[in-house]
């Protein structure tokens, strides 16, 4: 049981190139979440997913996009990359099913991305 | 909108005394509460959670949290702290109704001076 993968575990991109990170689960999980990780600022949502086609916005969206085609799978994209989102992105899901909000999300290792 | 306060971002103890973390909590209707730890170059672990009843909740690693409504607290406790204890810590909040989110406060790093 592989648990949440996200692909790739790290990345380098010049300002103004695009790229997609992946999150896989293998748990079934109804709920995505992409949130970033930056010194002193926490883990701040960026999108998440409640199911199969649903995205919403978290608390800091602008210069992201995600989608949910495969229950399983949920991607962020950033179309021109930015220095200010350099970060370190989690992806994370959880089986909040029929409004089953209790269980605990479960955590990949993370994304390590520099803008240059 | 739901939100997380954790006051410090700095909590120094030392090995064997006892260690609270802290957390407030802000959100309309009931919460979900959650303490994760995060290790260096890791993700999140799970910790505990508190969901409804008793309000002290045991957890992994001999962690244990308190729920206090009237305050809007969830402070994470350890009566006996280990140096590998030391790490950053994150509490989380989510209503108990409708598709919300998990929001995460700042986080706090615990630091367990031998």
């Known amino acids: 049981n592989a648990g949440v993968t996200q692909t790739p575990k790290f990345r380098v991109l010049k300002t103004g190139q695009s790229m997609t990170l992946l999150c896989a689960q293998d748990?079934?999980?109804?709920?995505m979440y992409w949130y970033r990780q930056d010194p002193g600022m926490g883990l701040r949502l960026i999108h998440y997913?409640?199911?199969?086609?649903?995205?919403a916005k978290g608390e800091v969206p602008d210069g992201y996009n995600v989608s949910r085609l495969k229950k399983q799978n949920f991607l962020l994209g950033l179309e021109s990359a930015a220095p200010s989102q350099t970060s370190v992105y989690f992806c994370?899901?959880?089986?909040?099913?029929?409004?089953?909000?209790?269980?605990?999300?479960?955590f990949g290792q993370g994304t390590r991305l520099t803008v240059v | 909108a739901q939100s997380v306060a954790q006051p410090e971002d700095q909590v120094n103890v030392a090995e064997g005394n006892p260690l609270t973390v802290k957390c407030t909590y802000s959100?309309?209707?009931?919460?979900?509460l959650f303490w994760y730890v995060q290790y260096p170059n890791r993700g999140l672990q799970f910790l505990l959670k508190?969901?409804?009843?008793?309000?002290l909740v045991k957890g992994s690693y001999g962690f244990e949290a308190e729920f206090n409504k009237s305050q809007t607290s969830f402070h994470l406790k350890k009566p006996s702290a280990l140096v590998s204890d030391s790490a950053l810590y994150f509490c989380?909040?989510?209503?108990?109704?409708?598709?919300?989110?998990?929001?995460f406060g700042k986080g706090t790093r615990l630091s367990v001076i031998a």
């Open positions: 959100v309309s209707g009931n919460p979900y």
């Open positions: 997913s409640v199911g199969e086609g649903t995205t």
């Open positions: 994370a899901s959880n089986p909040g099913t029929g409004g089953i909000a209790n269980t605990e999300a479960f």
């Open positions: 508190y969901i409804t009843g008793d309000n």
């Open positions: 989380a909040v989510r209503t108990t109704s409708g598709n919300t989110p998990l929001v």
């Open positions: 748990m079934n999980h109804e709920y």
